[in-house]
């Protein structure tokens, strides 16, 4: 699998037409920096394409992965003279098989990837990415460089996510759309970015199972190691049949992948937004030790709203010891509350959220910030004040500030100093409980592991 994401030579077998896939996945490689042999491959064409020559013929080229976007009925014979040759890698972005009923087709691909021992992605795929050599054979945008790898039943939806991801400056370690899946698969993917070391999360979209023992066995292997979180599309009956014809999968009752999932220990999300929400989070904190949350505010309303959120997710806001509460009164204005939610009131200042989060800390496993300012406060001073307190209290902080303008600056400095910042307290909340989720699951595993 290796060689996948990192080859010494590509060729491209597609249209080079301006607009057409060819012409996008060359472009992508070329202004990507990737820095391996690139040969476009397009029969009865020649010139170049971004400075890079254009091939009629492919015979005495080496080729160590090829990337296919041609019709359908020409790649079986395609397939079979990249075999002769020795490429032993393929990505086939064509689509027209097994999610249009053309079972037959992609049976063939499947024995000649057999035959010549390829591994193949695809068919009816958006490509791949690796941003740790600058790899972009995808027709999707270019990928930030970052930490989660990204696994995608739908190229489509993956390429929504990329364009997401840069909104948010959110980067990946790699990409993979594997469409029909008719070799490799998402137990392959997610047993190789166990092992990769620049991929700290793995992120899968999915839409049904073909070997469902064997998904879960390597997910096992794999959780104790990293954090998988997975959005399971089909939920609804329309929505089962609407995979179907998507991809050609068989999305499956729903509830037997809600149980298996929970006893495998992936993260289930709703969709892409929850599913940004945590992965930013699990790139900073892959553990909360246990459920006890602290939220410190300046704003009453939000805080409530958090509050109800975690209680309903099973996390506990406990009030504080006695000890704890005769600590902040010598600390605090009257008037300030002493109980959980810790409200600042409009002492809300940078000193006052470092002074309780610091006594707070070793009565709580994980604390919310909430910050609201008014249009004269400078939310900036607040977020670097957390910022730096959180390096000393070694328990995570969550931020909820909000919103908008007022706050645009200091979530940038939230995010250098590794806290993420949500829109709401109710977001901060979700992610807390799949992280302590996970962090139960380890736990779990640990005595298992000491019990064998």
């Known amino acids: 699998m290796k060689n996948i994401f990192y080859p010494s030579s590509v060729a491209v077998f597609a249209s080079m037409k301006e607009g057409k896939t060819g012409y996008e996945i060359v472009k992508n490689m070329v202004e990507g920096g990737f820095e391996g042999a690139i040969y476009p491959i397009s029969p009865g064409s020649t010139g170049e394409i971004f400075q890079v020559k254009i091939y009629s013929d492919y015979r005495d080229l080496e080729i160590d992965l090829a990337i296919i976007a041609i019709p359908g009925q020409y790649i079986p014979p395609l397939l079979e003279d990249l075999g002769k040759k020795g490429t032993k890698r393929i990505v086939v972005i064509s689509a027209g098989f097994s999610e249009v009923g053309n079972i037959a087709e992609e049976k063939k691909i499947k024995r000649i990837a057999e035959k010549y021992k390829m591994r193949i992605i695809g068919p009816n795929c958006a490509g791949i990415m690796n941003t740790e050599n600058n790899f972009f054979a995808s027709i999707e945008v270019r990928a930030l460089p970052g930490h989660t790898a990204f696994i995608t039943q739908s190229g489509a939806l993956g390429g929504a996510v990329l364009m997401m991801a840069e909104e948010l400056n959110f980067g990946f370690s790699k990409f993979v759309s594997f469409g029909n899946r008719c070799d490799v698969d998402e137990i392959d993917l997610i047993a190789y970015f166990k092992n990769d070391p620049q991929t700290k999360v793995i992120a899968l979209y999915?839409?049904?199972?073909?070997?469902?023992?064997?998904?879960l066995y390597q997910v096992g292997k794999t959780v104790s190691t990293k954090p998988i979180v997975a959005i399971k599309a089909g939920r609804s009956k329309a929505g089962m049949r609407a995979t179907s014809s998507h991809?050609?999968?068989?999305?499956?009752?729903?509830?037997i992948y809600e149980t298996a999932f929970h006893q495998a220990g992936i993260l289930r999300v709703e969709g892409v937004e929850e599913m940004f929400d945590l992965c930013r989070a699990l790139n900073y904190y892959t553990k909360i030790e246990g459920n006890r949350i602290g939220i410190i505010t300046n704003s009453g309303g939000p805080a409530v709203l958090a509050v109800d959120k975690l209680e309903e997710l099973g996390l506990i806001v406990t009030e504080p010891s006695a000890v704890l509460r005769n600590n902040l009164k010598k600390i605090l204005p009257p008037h300030v509350s002493l109980g959980n939610p810790f409200d600042l009131l409009a002492y809300g200042e940078a000193d006052n959220f470092c002074q309780v989060s610091k006594k707070i800390a070793p009565e709580y496993d994980a604390i919310i910030a909430i910050f609201v300012p008014t249009s004269f406060m400078d939310s900036t001073v607040i977020a670097t004040a957390l910022g730096k307190i959180k390096e000393e209290i070694k328990i995570p902080i969550f931020a909820n500030f909000m919103a908008?303008?007022?706050?645009?600056e200091a979530i940038a400095i939230l995010e250098h100093y590794g806290i993420p910042n949500y829109n709401t307290g109710e977001r901060c909340a979700k992610v807390i409980q799949k992280i302590y989720q996970y962090t139960m699951k380890l736990k779990k595993l640990d005595n298992e592991n000491k019990i064998n």
């Open 247 to 255: 991809t050609g999968s068989l999305a499956g009752e729903d509830q």
């Open 206 to 215: 999915m839409e049904g199972l073909i070997k469902g023992r064997e998904f």
């Open 404 to 408: 908008g303008r007022l706050v645009k």
